[in-house]
């Protein structure tokens, strides 16, 4: 039985208590906050003891942590939980800088201990099912890529100030499912971004609507689309087009009902939110990194994997201020 401390006791912390504690080959143990409140909540609800992050990294009976804490801590906290020899599964980003997070691999990677990056859109079943489609060859050779992804509603401007921006914060995901179903790193990347759904956005220095594009060395495009404002619900869809067809994951309704009268024909909206979306994504990713700490085998979405991401990120980020292409150095 893996022995979990859970790093993170706010709202993305609450949704992997839920799988840490309902595993059967792990057990929630401890919980740290900076709220202690809310640290003390959540660990009375699966009785478990509510503690210090130090704490928990120097408790010697504790395997694994999840790291589910501010960006800003997630380097920090991965070189701390390796060093105390802690298998981690940490939430993206790696950490708001890419110099940073280069520095968070070289030490982890010397500890020897595995860090699995919080991807979660990879284990959803249906951008899976694409993944695997694409490899065995049922549409040929990948040529092109998009990804939709919009949110509901934009986040308070507080947070826009500390999230390191849209393509560090939202797209992140995107930039990852590019790289998973493509299975490469694009050469260029080119962004525009703009901020038209809340200027308040754009005054500190972020967008709310972007489009990012991207050319992979064998020719092959990816295109990425992000809005902080879909009035329908949490929009979330690939498509991949290649040499001999298309594979395509729609959205993931409320229900599947659908009405057909003369005026037409409705259907639900798409599920309001990524936790009403991607829960399903969140055991399996949790089962994913249980099962290769377990049987000691490599971790399906490495710290390389969110470097990657997270250079991506930058790369856009300088293109949009810019205006101009963005060679990604590997």
């Known amino acids: 039985m893996l022995k979990v401390g859970l790093l993170g006791a706010g709202r993305i912390g609450q949704v992997h208590a839920v799988n840490i504690s309902g595993h059967e080959r792990s057990t929630l143990v401890a919980v740290s906050d900076v709220n202690t409140a809310a640290a003390d909540a959540l660990a009375t609800k699966y009785s478990a003891k509510s503690c210090s992050s130090d704490e928990i990294l120097a408790d010697s009976s504790i395997d694994a942590v999840l790291v589910a804490t501010s960006t800003d801590t997630h380097s920090d906290l991965i070189e701390a ?57 049922e549409i040929g050779k990948s040529e092109l890529l998009s990804v939709t992804s919009f949110d509901p509603a934009p986040p308070p401007v507080s947070y826009i100030k500390v999230s390191g921006g849209l393509f560090r914060d939202m797209m992140i995901h995107d930039f990852d499912m590019a790289n998973f179903l493509m299975g490469a790193v694009p050469q260029e990347v ?93 055991a399996a990713e949790w089962t994913a990194f249980v099962e290769a700490v377990v049987a000691n085998s490599p971790v399906p979405v490495t710290l390389e994997d969110g470097i990657s991401a997270l250079a991506l990120a930058e790369a856009a980020t300088e293109s949009a201020r810019t205006g101009k292409p963005v060679t990604v150095s590997h």
């Not at 709310?208 to 992979?216: E, G, K, P, S, W």
């Not at 979330?236 to 009902?257: I, P």
Request: aromatic content about 8%; some cysteine.
């Open 190 to 282: 080119s962004a525009v971004g703009s901020s038209i759904v809340d200027p308040a956005i754009g005054e500190v220095g972020d967008f709310d609507t972007a489009i990012v594009t991207m050319r992979y060395a064998d020719g092959r495009l990816a295109v990425i689309r992000n809005s902080r404002r879909a009035v329908y619900g949490y929009d979330q869809r690939v498509e991949l087009l290649g040499s001999e067809g298309l594979l395509s994951a729609d959205n993931v309704l409320e229900n599947t009902v659908s009405k057909a009268t003369t005026a037409g024909v409705t259907s639900a909206k798409p599920e309001f939110f990524f936790l009403e979306r991607y829960m399903r994504a969140y």
């Open 81 to 137: 939980a390796t060093a105390a020899g802690k298998a981690v599964l940490c939430e993206k980003p790696v950490d708001l800088s890419l110099a940073r997070a280069k520095e968070c691999l070289a030490k982890a990677q010397a500890t020897g201990i595995p860090v699995m990056i919080g991807f979660n859109r990879r284990f959803d079943p249906n951008f899976a099912a694409v993944k695997v489609a694409a490899e065995t060859g």
